[in-house]
């Protein structure tokens, strides 16, 4: 298709008025991004997070159209241009079918908020981890071995979801510690308790009645057949990853009753020859 531009005068106000568009696009987007990340620093949400890309789109479309107004002198060279508008639109249409059901449905996930930024979701599909970011066509979440998997928000909307952060402000995970048949339970109750107390990842789950916090009980819940089975529920807040709470307690535990040479149990098998 060939262009005849007889006007150069249209020609360089039509570069001005892009150059200008272009230029006024980056410094609102730019305001934007600022103001949205000191409300981020104080309250990190979804709301905010799928707001910020709104707000972004916004700004394209408003200056998008504002610019092609002012391009009234320019009419032929666009007219030209958009002469298979009906066509062009058409396509477009089909093209967007995705875009537009991911975004219908991140506004649908913001609306009824099933879990928001920082909360520790798993999928029908089995696909576990942190909800990290959500932008109006997908959800980033990162996994148990640090990969973010990024998912459509129409794909994510007819799930079934299991929040373990649900409107919480902790979470807890259960440990039972075996230990041997001669320990006192009072000296392995107490040990345990001051290991899980020291832990960065754990926290009060109560306030006693002097203001004091107070961490969860440990409990001797049974004799087995070769160990006596301390119990506890540790409590930590809801953006801390569970295998970090486990590998942290699990460690300090079994360190502090090495330390005070209490006997962990374990099975063996003594083999004789005749």
Not at 124 to 129: F, H, K, L, Q, S
Not at 141 to 148: E, F, V
Not at 160 to 168: D, G, M, P, T
């Amino acid at each position: 298709m060939n262009f005849q531009i007889n006007d150069w005068k249209s020609l360089v106000n039509l570069g001005i008025i892009i150059g200008v568009a272009i230029a006024v696009m980056i410094l609102l987007i730019y305001i934007n991004r600022k103001c949205f990340k000191r409300l981020k620093q104080k309250h990190q949400n979804l709301h905010l997070q799928l707001l910020e890309k709104l707000i972004n789109v916004f700004i394209v479309i408003v200056v998008s159209l504002l610019a092609f107004s002012a391009m009234g002198g320019t009419r032929n060279v666009w007219q030209t241009l958009l002469g298979g508008t009906a066509v062009l639109s058409a396509v477009a249409a089909f093209a967007a079918q995705d875009v537009i059901r991911d975004m219908l449905a991140g506004l649908m996930i913001s609306l009824y908020k099933p879990f928001d930024i920082g909360d520790r979701i798993e999928l029908e599909d089995g696909t576990a981890g942190i909800v990290k970011d959500m932008t109006m066509r997908h959800v980033v979440i990162n996994t148990i071995d640090t990969i973010k998997e990024v998912i459509p928000n129409s794909k994510l909307n007819v799930m079934q979801i299991k929040n373990y952060s649900f409107k919480a402000d902790c979470r807890s995970v259960h440990f039972i510690f075996p230990v041997g048949y001669d320990s006192d339970p009072q000296q392995v109750k107490r040990v345990i308790a001051e290991a899980i107390s020291q832990s960065e990842y754990s926290v009060p789950f109560r306030t006693g009645e002097n203001g004091e916090k107070v961490y969860s009980d440990v409990y001797f819940l049974s004799l087995s057949e070769s160990a006596l089975e301390m119990s506890v529920t540790v409590y930590y807040n809801t953006t801390t990853p569970t295998e970090v709470v486990r590998d942290d307690i699990n460690t300090r535990v079994k360190q502090a009753l090495k330390d005070h040479q209490i006997e962990i149990p374990y099975n063996y098998i003594n083999i004789i020859q005749k």
